[in-house]
T-cell receptor
């Protein structure tokens, strides 16, 4: 069974450009999470989808970030326009709904560098 | 809000030896879950071990075990008989036990980079 897949693995863009990150969760996982780790700091929660609905977007830093999950399958996270402080590693995770101690499975992350 | 603190940015252990990674957390909740995740270089983060707060017995998974001290809000990870493949970033994480949709997110510490030497 395929795990959580993220594209691209690396992205280097200039300040002011737009970047779209993609996450394909494990099939059948209705929970999908986005997290971000800025260099040397903790991994921080960005938002949580249940199927196609945003359950919690309290961690989204500002309105330059837009996440979507059309059809409740894969998700995209768009940053527009990108700023230097957006650099970091963006992780996606998925899990089953309705099982409290279920494990969250992570992708390998997208390393975003804004120059 | 919950916080997770890992006070050891880097640790080193010799192959076959034992190492303990520290983690403390702060919460006002009584029901929650604690996790240790491992991220090898350029690879996916994987779950190493989990602990339910209501369980007094410390979790064990092969060479990995935890020392869960609920009153002290401490959750350390012990790796026995360390192997080269254990070299990775280790993240301690907390999740609420509340059965609400917004409670299922993880709160992470800053991570501990573990080096394993010959």
């Amino acid at each position: 069974e395929a795990g959580v897949t993220q594209f691209p693995s690396h992205s280097v863009i200039e300040k002011g450009q737009t970047v779209t990150l993609r996450c394909d969760p494990i099939s059948g996982h209705d929970n999908l999470y986005w997290y971000r780790r800025v260099m040397g700091k903790e991994i921080k929660f960005l938002l949580h989808f249940v199927k196609e609905s945003k359950q919690d977007e309290s961690g989204m830093p500002n309105n330059r970030f837009l996440a979507e999950r059309t059809g409740g399958t894969y998700s995209t996270l768009k940053v527009q326009p990108a700023e230097l402080e957006d650099s970091g590693v963006y992780f996606c995770a998925s899990s089953q709904v309705g099982v409290m101690n279920t494990e969250a499975f992570f992708g390998q992350g997208t390393r975003l560098t804004v120059v | 809000a919950q916080t997770v603190t890992q006070s050891q940015p880097e640790m080193s252990v010799q192959e076959a030896e034992t190492v303990t990674l520290s983690c403390t957390y702060d919460t006002s909740e009584s029901d929650y879950y604690l996790f240790w995740y491992k991220q090898p270089p350029s690879r996916q983060m994987i779950l190493v071990i989990r602990q339910e707060a209501y369980k007094q017995q410390n979790a064990t998974e092969n060479r990995f075990s935890v020392n869960f001290q609920k009153a002290a809000k401490s959750f350390s990870l012990k790796i026995s008989d360390s192997q080269l493949g254990d070299a990775a970033m280790y993240f301690c994480a907390y999740r609420s036990g509340l059965r609400t949709g917004t409670a299922s997110k993880l709160t992470f510490g800053t991570g501990t980079r573990l080096q394993v030497t010959l």
